[in-house]
């Protein structure tokens, strides 16, 4: 939220001073809680152990206790656990009928007031008029969302009126070089099957 409203009080040309008393929330050593814990999430926990941050992670399977002491990682059996300790929750997790709308009042009632919910999975996985009225009320502090739905959100919507939430339009994946790698695993999966060959990237059926 400081990085956007810091742009604009940096080149707005009604701006005279910068405040002294406009401050921020420190990343460092504050608690991060991963919601789903595949490759993303894990590497997501790979980089938050820089910041020295405690990591609380969720999931439908435990991790190996070696991939937990790698990045310092302690699992909550029980979302509510995580969501009630972290100062950042992270949402990393497929879209299934299991989790639409994972996070709702309820769970967004039990985040601290000075808590920031940040999506990087699917839009639906959060209730979205849930979230608007939880940024609204003070319920959480922010919300830093990469995904919503529907995609773009229709030009009245009231998440786009907030001033605590930042969107930005579904590019986790937008390099240049991510865009190329997810191209050349698609045509060593496209030549594996035409030769007969184990698919390296097969998807199993649940």
Same mark, same amino acid.
């Given at each position: 939220?400081?990085?956007?409203?810091?742009?604009? =009080?940096?080149?707005?040309? %009604? #701006?005279?001073?910068?405040? !002294? %008393?406009?401050? &921020?929330?420190?990343? @460092?050593?504050?608690?991060?809680?991963?919601?789903?814990?595949?490759?993303?999430?894990?590497?997501?926990?790979?980089?938050?152990?820089?910041?020295?941050? +405690?990591?609380?992670?969720?999931?439908?399977?435990?991790?190996?206790?070696?991939?937990?002491?790698? !990045?310092?990682?302690?699992?909550?059996?029980?979302?509510?656990?995580?969501?009630?300790?972290?100062?950042?929750?992270?949402? !990393?997790? $497929?879209? @299934?009928?299991? @989790?639409?709308? /994972? =996070?709702?009042?309820?769970?967004? &009632?039990?985040?601290?007031? #000075?808590?920031?919910?940040?999506? =990087?999975?699917? &839009?639906?996985?959060?209730? *979205? %008029?849930? /979230? !608007?009225?939880?940024?609204? $009320?003070?319920?959480? +502090?922010?919300?830093?969302? %990469?995904? #919503?739905?529907?995609?773009?959100?229709?030009?009245?919507?009231?998440?786009?009126?907030?001033?605590?939430?930042?969107? #930005?339009?579904?590019?986790?994946?937008? @390099?240049? *070089?991510?865009?190329?790698?997810?191209?050349?695993?698609?045509?060593?999966? =496209?030549?594996?099957?035409? $030769?007969? *060959?184990?698919?390296?990237?097969?998807?199993?059926?649940?």
């Amino acid at each position: 939220m400081y990085l956007h409203s810091g742009c604009q =009080i940096a080149v707005s040309p %009604d #701006t005279k001073h910068f405040a !002294v %008393d406009w401050l &921020g929330v420190e990343v @460092t050593r504050a608690t991060l809680g991963i919601i789903g814990m595949g490759s993303i999430g894990y590497k997501v926990a790979q980089r938050a152990r820089a910041f020295n941050m +405690r990591i609380l992670y969720h999931n439908r399977n435990r991790r190996r206790k070696e991939e937990e002491e790698a !990045v310092g990682a302690h699992y909550c059996e029980k979302m509510e656990d995580l969501l009630q300790q972290s100062d950042f929750v992270m949402l !990393v997790v $497929n879209l @299934t009928p299991e @989790t639409r709308k /994972l =996070i709702g009042k309820k769970e967004l &009632g039990l985040m601290k007031p #000075t808590a920031t919910l940040i999506n =990087i999975s699917r &839009g639906a996985v959060i209730d *979205q %008029d849930a /979230l !608007v009225e939880a940024l609204q $009320n003070k319920v959480i +502090r922010a919300a830093a969302l %990469d995904v #919503t739905y529907p995609e773009p959100l229709p030009r009245d919507h009231p998440l786009l009126k907030l001033n605590n939430v930042i969107i #930005t339009p579904h590019i986790g994946t937008a @390099t240049v *070089q991510a865009i190329h790698m997810m191209a050349e695993e698609a045509i060593a999966n =496209i030549l594996a099957v035409l $030769n007969g *060959q184990p698919i390296p990237s097969e998807v199993f059926p649940k």
